[in-house]
């Protein structure tokens, strides 16, 4: 239907870092067929310079380097340096994408917290 600002819109805000790989590709197809997927990468990185504290971006962020290839333990590690206050649920969801990176001792320590 050619709403395609919609339709990001609607991937960003269900976004899950715990997508099955198939859904998560769509979504970085989406962004690559509509000449998006640098831009969102920018803006990512962007977000998180300018607050580094913020559990939302870097999770994107980490899922972002991940999908290219990337490691997401420095942006852990940064965002781990900048927040003072945890969750339950985020220190959770760090650790298991950490395991997924096959990070277990970094990841230990988040669920030990």
Same mark, same amino acid.
């Given at each position: ?32 067929? %509509? ?8 803006? @990512? #990185?962007?977000?998180? !310079? ?5 559990? &939302? ?9 991940? %999908? ?8 852990? @590690? #940064?965002?781990?340096? !900048? ?5 339950? &649920? ?24």
């Amino acid at each position: 239907m050619g709403r395609y600002d919609d339709a990001e819109r609607a991937y960003r805000e269900a976004f899950d870092p715990f997508w099955t790989p198939e859904q998560s590709e769509k979504f970085y197809d989406f962004l690559s067929e %509509h000449d998006r997927l640098r831009d969102y990468g920018l803006e @990512l #990185k962007t977000r998180s !310079a300018r607050d580094p504290s913020d559990f &939302n971006t870097a999770i994107r962020l980490a899922d972002f380097r991940w %999908h290219r290839g990337g490691e997401i333990k420095p942006v852990i @590690l #940064k965002l781990q340096q !900048a927040k003072s206050q945890w969750s339950a &649920n985020e220190l959770v969801t760090v650790a298991r994408l950490l395991l997924r990176e096959n990070e277990g001792e970094l990841a230990s320590r988040y669920l030990y917290t």
